[in-house]
């Protein structure tokens, strides 16, 4: 008796010495800290106009990660295409500046029309959600560039959080090996538009506020709890009145059409159990 109480001790302790030593091996993902860098500039359509001068204003809320800074360059390049905020805005503004003066190149000084040229950049981005080694983050950019309507549109980033500098944007095909052209995927899709805009389930979509029966698909995700969600801007499918259009397919309605791949991504990175 006294022996079989010693074998299983030793086990016991051997199990807990390998549980303790696999913890200590895995990598740990620190939480990301984030702040926010803040700019505004004006361009004078006419300097010696001064404060009676048309304008292009330009304003800027830009996400920084701060810790673990181990990983704060690898972020920014997926966001800005380069590691410094600075550099990024910088471009942007000279961007928009040598936009701005070419268009009112051919516009006397003081001369019909150019009251219009009083122009609007703001760019901004923001947390929308955070997972255990996932992020989220929303881009919306409003301009006013002339014309009937100012612009807004909204882009998200769904960034899985690697350890060392792994970071990587997930893409569709991460989650789907056809999403374009599956016309399951599509139904379910439309029945969710359907839904949006309260018609019933053999309403054709064009009966609502969409331009069509079969709009486009968008590639402009997003991952929550509850679904994958998907955005459409201004005028992509509807009017511009009716605004952006969002919906959320849930897991349950598309995870027999996804990738084993993309649901066990789901599953570690963003702790999102889909069955």
């Known amino acids: 008796m006294t022996a079989v109480k010693r074998r299983v001790s030793w086990c016991v302790l051997i199990l807990v010495l390998w549980g303790v030593a696999g913890c200590v091996g895995m990598p740990k993902i620190e939480k990301p800290q984030f702040t926010w860098r803040h700019y505004t500039y004006s361009v004078l359509l006419v300097p010696e ?3 009676k001068s048309p304008q292009l204003e330009l304003a800027f809320s830009l996400l920084r990660m701060e810790y673990p800074e181990v990983h704060a360059q690898a972020f920014h390049e997926i966001l800005y295409g380069q590691t410094s905020l600075d550099e990024y805005k910088d471009s942007v503004i000279n961007e ?27 760019e901004n981005f923001s ?3 955070t997972f255990e080694r996932g992020i989220v983050v929303e881009r919306i950019l409003e301009t006013y560039f002339g014309g009937a309507h100012p612009g807004r549109n909204t882009q998200y980033y769904n960034i899985e959080l690697g350890v060392d500098e792994e970071f990587r944007q997930v893409v569709f095909e991460d989650l789907f090996d056809d ?8 139904d379910i899709v439309y029945n ?12 054709p979509l064009s009966r609502g506020i969409y331009y069509s029966n079969e709009p486009e698909l968008t590639f402009n995700f997003f991952i929550t709890d509850d679904g994958l969600g998907l955005h459409w801007d201004p005028a992509q499918i509807a009017p511009h ?12 309605a598309v995870s027999s059409l996804m990738l084993y791949e993309g649901v066990e991504m789901l599953a570690n990175k963003f702790n999102i159990e889909i069955f």
């Open 96 to 122: 928009q500046r040598k936009n701005y003066r070419s268009k009112a190149a051919d516009l006397p000084a003081a001369g019909e029309g150019i009251a219009s040229f009083n122009w609007r950049y703001a």
């Open 241 to 252: 009145s009716y605004g952006s259009i969002q919906i959320i397919l849930p897991w349950y």
């Open 179 to 186: 999403y374009q052209d599956d016309q399951r995927l599509r």
């Open 127 to 129: 947390v929308k959600q």
């Open 192 to 203: 969710e538009l359907r839904k949006y805009d309260n018609l019933d389930n053999n309403q």
């Open 49 to 51: 106009m001064l404060s």
